[in-house]
Structures are given as C-alpha cells and as structure tokens.
C-alpha cells in the first residue's frame, strides 16, 4: 500500500472525527460541565485560574519532603529484604517479579510510542 492511499484514508477518518465532535461536541461540552460542577470555582476568571495554579504548584512543592521521606523508608524496606532474601516467601518474590516485568514492559511500550508506534525492523 502506498503513501497515497494512506493519507488519504487518515484525511477520510479525520473528517469524520471533526464532524463527530461538531455535530456531538457542545453537548458532551455541557454535560461533562454539569456532571463535575462540585469541582468549577466561581467565579471561573483568569485570576483565579492563576491562584489555583499556584496553590497546587506550591503545595505539591510542599509534599515533596514527605515524598523524600517514604521513598527512604521504601528504600530501607527493599534493603531490609534483600538481606533477608533466604527467608524470602515465594508470594513475596513473584510479586517483585511482577512488578520488574510490568515496569519492563511500560518501558517497551514507552519506546514503542516514542517511535510513533512503529516495531523496529519490521514493516506492517
């Protein structure tokens, strides 16, 4: 399949999602506003999107002494059981198996995204 006929399958499903969203659009729009109305402050302005903004960038700038302390006490925790791997139940260490091939494979999907969804010397 050539280039072509790509494109213009992409410019043919591109003109049905933007017609999708002008004809369904303003009401999805008005629906999702209603249905999270307890989280809109008023009065909804520029100033007070600017305070809100920097209510959360000062306060997760506040959390990050707690952060620094629980990330320590993980640390010493996965010390701890490696010293004491020989007394290691076998739940314990499939779920750090687990939990090494999960972040192994959000890595693989990472670098499969970062290519633009193409798989390494195979062309599909």
């Known amino acids: 399949m050539g280039l072509a006929p790509k494109l213009a399958q992409l410019q043919s499903k591109a003109t049905q ?5 002008a004809k369904h659009g303003s009401a999805y729009y008005k629906q999702l506003l209603e249905q999270n109305k ?3 402050q008023e ?3 520029v100033e007070k999107c600017n305070l809100l903004s920097k209510q959360l960038f000062y306060t997760r700038l506040a959390s990050i002494p707690g952060r620094y302390e ?4 993980e640390m010493d925790y996965a010390k ?3 010293k004491n791997r020989k007394e290691l139940k ?16 959000w890595f693989c999907a990472g670098e499969i995204v970062g290519r633009g969804f193409t798989l390494t010397g195979y062309y599909v």
């Open 17 to 21: 999602a933007s017609q999708f969203v």
């Open 38 to 40: 307890h989280y809109i």
């Open 43 to 45: 009065p909804p302005t």
């Open 70 to 73: 629980t990330f320590w006490k």
């Open 80 to 82: 701890h059981m490696w």
């Open 90 to 105: 076998i739940e314990d260490a499939g779920i750090a198996a687990l939990f090494g091939l999960e972040c192994f494979a």
